[in-house]
Antibody, heavy 121, light 110 residues
Framework: QVQLQESGPGLVKPSESLSLTCTVS?????????WGWIRQPAGKGLEWIGR???????DYNPSLRSRVTISIDTSKNQISLKLISVTGADSAIYYC??????????????WGQGTPVTVSS | EIVLTQSPGTLSLSPGERATLSCRAS???????LAWYQQRPGQAPRLLVY???SRATGIADRFSGSGSGTDFTLTISRLEPEDFAVYYC???????????FGPGTKVEIK
């Protein structure tokens, strides 16, 4: 069973950049799947941030596209998220998840446990 | 952009009762691109149903999904204590390669 673990600084100052890493269990990167980032502000719903294929191809939420970059390092079994110019609205739990493991290929499973990020000075 | 709305916002039921959760899309969906997730307090979401009606691995058969076009339903036939949680529907817009989630329905103990 593939396992995912998010990590990164829990506190980021406004206007700075947020960088998170998702480490995936070895051997999980195949061309059949992609990897996504989803976030959830405290007490609110889920917001899709973007996804990346093992080949490096990406898709982003149009509302975040100008500020987000997702990258992948298959040698380290890691997916990374960078979000620039953060504000308090970017405070959330950030999840990484594997995508494509279902008929139609548009679902996410499993998910990491999530990592909380607070944007505050 | 496809917008998903879920109703009701909160569903108050007792264990053993049947729960019917609705997800409505702003435009017609391909049935392949509708999924449901469960999120228990303090936990990450978990995939329940994909492609409208296919249960994910390990999901109890009391969970079932149905629907077509713009109207989709998740039914929990008999609520167990562990089913009290928040449920999200999710879709994928192939033309723009964008995913979106509904706002969620909370199923709480009455």
């Amino acid at each position: 069973q593939v396992q995912l673990q998010e990590s990164g600084p829990g506190l980021v100052k406004p206007s700075e950049s947020l960088s998170l890493t998702c480490t995936v269990s070895a051997g999980s990167f195949t061309n059949n799947f992609y990897w996504g980032w989803i976030r959830q502000p405290a007490g609110k719903g889920l917001e899709w941030i973007g996804r990346i294929y093992p080949t490096g191809g990406t898709d982003y939420n149009p509302s975040l596209r100008s500020r987000v970059t997702i990258s992948i390092d298959t040698s380290k079994n890691q997916i990374s998220l960078k979000l620039i110019s953060v504000t308090g609205a970017d405070s959330a739990i950030y999840y990484c998840a594997r995508g494509g493991h279902c008929r139609g290929g548009s679902c996410y499973s499993p998910w990491g446990q999530g990592t909380p990020v607070t944007v505050s000075s | 952009e496809i917008v998903l709305t879920q109703s009701p916002g909160t569903l108050s039921l007792s264990p053993g009762e049947r729960a019917t959760l609705s997800c409505r899309a702003s435009q017609s969906l391909d049935n392949l691109y509708l999924a449901w997730y469960q999120q228990r307090p303090g936990q990450a979401p978990r995939l329940l149903v994909y492609a409208t009606s296919s249960r994910a691995t390990g999901i109890a058969d009391r969970f079932s999904g149905s629907g077509s076009g713009t109207d989709f339903t998740l039914t929990i036939s008999r609520l167990e204590p562990e089913d009290f949680a928040v449920y999200y529907c999710q879709t994928y817009e192939r033309s723009s390669a964008v995913f979106s989630f509904g706002p969620g329905t909370k199923v709480e103990i009455k």
